[in-house]
């Protein structure tokens, strides 16, 4: 059965799927659709997504404004990231608030980020590969960044920013109260 941990942030899981092992290795069903809608996950995925990072690559904070914004399930298939989900949702009583947790390929952890909160993670062992499935295409003209760094979110990154590699977008993303959110 899917074990399903809420997180500070109404909405954001953690998600851990059974896993088999045996003298070959390991086994687990990363996605059902069957078995996450009965865990309150009931998303239609249409992209698979794959990055690889170095430690201290920081990508986000990011999300895709309507009408193709994303809902994102992410799992790490080999080394760590610190993963991380703030409420940009103008109305929502959580509005401006983050939550993160470490995903690993050890910890065989997923995290689940609704529609309506921007996501970023940053690798904190070298070679990182994260996977992740998103439930809208990917649109660049949609495409937003906030910067990872803003004070009035206020995220603990667990590397400093002097061991951040950040893309040119990432370092000039505007703050929360500039950026184009949600209602
Ligand atoms: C996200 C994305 C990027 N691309 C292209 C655009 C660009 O040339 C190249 C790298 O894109 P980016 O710099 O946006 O990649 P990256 O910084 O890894 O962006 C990702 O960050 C994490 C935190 C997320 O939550 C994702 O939704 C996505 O925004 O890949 C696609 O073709 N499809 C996609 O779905």
Redesign the pocket.
């Known amino acids: 059965m899917v074990d399903v941990i809420p997180t500070a942030l109404p909405g954001v899981l953690e998600i851990v799927t059974p896993r088999f092992g045996d003298d070959r290795g390991i086994f687990s069903e990363t996605w059902n659709a069957a078995a996450f809608a009965e865990a309150g996950i009931d998303t239609a995925f249409v992209?698979d997504?794959f990055?690889r990072s170095a430690k201290g690559v920081l990508?986000?904070l990011?999300y895709q404004v309507e009408p193709i914004a994303?809902a994102?399930l992410v799992r790490v298939g080999r080394g760590a990231i610190f993963d991380v989900a703030v409420d940009i949702r103008r109305s929502s009583p959580t509005f401006g608030r983050w939550t993160g947790i470490e995903l690993s390929a050890a910890r065989w952890n997923q995290l689940f980020v609704p529609a309506g909160f921007a996501?970023?993670?940053i690798a904190v062992e070298d070679d990182t590969e994260v996977q992740y499935k998103?439930s809208a295409p990917?649109s660049a003209a949609h495409?937003r960044a906030i910067a990872a760094d803003d004070p009035a979110i206020g995220i603990d990154w667990p590397l400093a920013p002097s061991e951040w590699s950040r893309?040119a977008?990432d370092v000039a993303a505007p703050l929360l109260a500039q950026a184009e959110i949600f209602a």
């Open positions: 992209q997504n990055s990508r986000g990011h994303q994102k996501h970023g993670f998103v990917y495409d893309s977008k």
